[in-house]
């Protein structure tokens, strides 16, 4: 299958590669620096049992979805509405969109831009960019598909490359999961850039994340969306699974770039105001990485 990936860092990357090393053909649509390396080594895929170089193609340009089939949608949550402008010139009539993203409302706002079907789904995978055109992968990996006509091919395709995938129909209560532990983990690890291990060996973290995934529960429920018994026992448990992982939030503040908070506890506040709802452990979260963020800037 010819596949392109649209916003290639980490998470795209990492599908990227698993999915060439299956032997399909694909696209990184990506920063220069990183099409660069690619170019110049391939895309270096970097796990627990193996490290590879892959053959992918690589391109600054949106153009490179032109001939996809498949088009794994990666870009920030405020990059969504922007690259998809760029990108909408390009699709092929019969492409498939899954939008692979942080935040719950991203494939909402994409089909709204393309005027098609853009699929939903959940990703549960632990990866960073240690340098350029080199991606390492540190547990996990599953995905979860919205349902949709091609959605079981999809995740058969995905499970013959070594990707866990399942098909849902409710995939959005599985998106509203994953921002209740990203509203958890994110900013916490960000803040004083420490993996989740040693962040959950911080006397009061445990205390503070209960707040935070009560007030997300208030909103969910508000919002007419069930959650799973069990949330805060699987929020709390996470970091024992991926200890060493420095969330993404984290990793973009190292980097200097602007991070998807709003779309994550920035989120939670905003549906709160907009319910009544208040939400002071989510509000402060947010206004610490947005000073981050703009002393970076400065």
Known sequence: MKIAVMGAGAVGCYYGAMLA??????????????????????????????????????????????????????????????????????????????????????????????????????????????????????????????????????????????????????????LWTKLIVNCAYNALSAIPQLPYGRMMGVDGVTAAMKDIVEECLAVARACHVPIADGILAKVLGLAATMPDQLSSTAQDLAKGKRTEIGHLNGYIVASGERLGIATPANRLLTGIVKLMEASNRE
């Open 21 to 174: 090393r299956a032997g399909h053909a694909v696209t990184l649509i990506a920063r220069p620096q990183h099409v660069a390396a690619v170019r110049g080594h391939g895309l270096v895929l970097e796990t627990a049992a193996f490290t590879e170089s892959l053959a992918v193609t690589a391109t600054t340009e949106p153009s490179g979805v032109n001939d996809a089939e498949l088009v794994l949608f990666c870009v920030k949550s405020g990059d969504t509405v922007a690259a998809g402008h760029e990108m909408a010139p390009h699709l092929r009539p019969g492409a498939t969109i899954l939008s692979l993203q942080n935040g719950v409302d991203n494939a909402a706002r994409l089909e709204e831009v393309l005027g098609r079907l853009v699929m939903p789904t959940a990703v549960y995978v632990a990866t960073e960019m240690p340098r350029p055109g080199h991606v390492r992968h540190h547990g996990r990996g599953e995905l979860v598909i919205g349902a949709g006509p091609t959605s079981q091919t999809l995740a058969d395709m995905f499970g013959r490359a070594g990707v866990k995938a399942e098909v849902s129909d409710r995939v959005i209560e599985d």
